[in-house]
């Protein structure tokens, strides 16, 4: 980045200080040809005729380098048919006074026809009074006066650039140095993190990158808890496998008779319980709630299907809005009303309500039966694994707390209460809304 800023800083740098040149320059040689402008106005002004009708000054020019010879200073004046009339420092050496062009405005241009010396030459043509010869007065100094100013001039501009350019870079590597501090800071902080001597990045920091160390905290608690899910489904996991495992082990030590029945009945249990385990894995998998979506009402419709063939003497009723979209995969939605709406069926006096509807933001499903209930002191021991009321009917203990696990994946709830219309149990599933 330093590299990207130096190479720009210098392109402006040599862009600017070339056209400032150009500007500079052009100013000094104006302010140089005024001065020519000046001294041919000023022949001009003191020049007359002779009684002979040849051109002479009534008055020098100011200039003391005009009696000098060779000095570099030097004015003519010309006419047709006339000898010129010229300066003290001209001697016997005259002008190039071309007649093919006429200069009734001041004419300035560079000449070397005076040997070593590179003239500034400007001329202009005018008739004096009492004669009707068209005179040609020019006025010749040295470049070299000008030469230097701009040599003056372009060294200044060229050491002004240069530390110019020298502060400009100084400055763009301290404010670089000082602008990734806090960076460097954030990456001691993750190296803490990594090497498990912090939890989270922190200390304070500026606010321009305190939205990236909260993105980064946030990041960091989502693992954690992908973690904790992951030691959660492996115990749930394995404490599903235990019972089943030490049955098979109990009937192969005792020699039952029935031990070929009872391996492949628990052997069915495990697996079961596997596709349960399996189904939260994909559900954690497909974590990402603001790009899952699943038509509500469809999916309560082919559970209540898929129930009713399983429970032919169980009375099924749905009711509510038919139009809601949840955050959810449609195959975890599934599941989840699917353990539900069972449960009631099962555990259930013989009638079941499910009833669809959205409140503040996430949509609600109720499934509600006629059953005994759930005693209030355990609803919430019912969540936990392996945690069972009812022994007298198959199972596993796990199915509320997959759904309770898979809900929480989602970002959304699922509670007990007490059916105020069929008197059982009322489950409050909740997951947020989609439309």
Known sequence: MLLVATAWIMLLLVGGGVALDRVLVSTVTKNFDDQLDYLIKAM????EIDPNGEVMNNRELADQRFLEYNSGAYWQISGTGHTPYISRSLFNRYLIANRQHRDDDVHVYDSREIPDQVLRIAERDAKLPGSDVRWRFQVAISRDTLDAQIATLRRTLVRSFVLLGLGLIIMVALQTWFGLLPLRRVRQEIARLRAGESTRVEGKLPAEVAPLVEELNA?????DRQAEEARRHAGNLAHALKTPLSVIMNAAAAGQDDLDAAVIREARTMRRQIDHHLARARAVGRRGSAHSRAAVWPSIEAVERAVARLY???????????????HIERQDLDDLLGNLVENAAKYGGGSVFITARVEAGFVEVLVEDDGRGIPEADRIRIFDRGVRLDSGKPGTGLGLAIVRDVAEIYDGTVSLEESEDLGGLLVR???PAAN
């Open 44 to 47: 001009i002004f003191t020049a």
């Open 219 to 223: 990041l960091v608690e989502h693992n």
């Open 312 to 326: 032919p003497n169980v009375r099924i009723d749905i009711d509510g809005q038919k139009d809601l979209v949840a």
């Open 429 to 431: 599933l909740r997951l």
